[in-house]
């Protein structure tokens, strides 16, 4: 006879997932960081001082503005330009 195999439970499922994100190079903060988003991430705090609540607030908050004033595409590019 074949034996079932116990299902995994959430928490189960929350930790592989999080090993797989750890084992790819990303860093959890309030959601998984690319290599590369994690050294802009280092240099926005050494630069400001702010901690990670006020760079999360802050970094939607620029984001926002610029979609508001028609500027998104060019800090996109920007972006992209300067590899950050």
């Not at 074949?2 to 309030?30: C, S, V």
């Amino acid at each position: 006879m074949t034996e079932k195999k116990k299902a995994l439970t959430n928490a189960q499922k929350q930790k592989n997932y999080r090993e797989r994100k750890k084992h790819k190079g990303e860093a959890e903060l309030r959601g998984y960081l690319s290599p590369q988003a994690q050294d802009c991430y280092k240099e926005l705090a050494e630069v400001t001082g702010w901690n990670d609540s006020k760079l999360v607030t802050n970094a939607l908050r620029l984001a926002l503005a610029a979609y508001k004033c028609g500027q998104i595409s060019a800090l996109n590019s920007w972006l992209e330009k300067n590899n950050k």
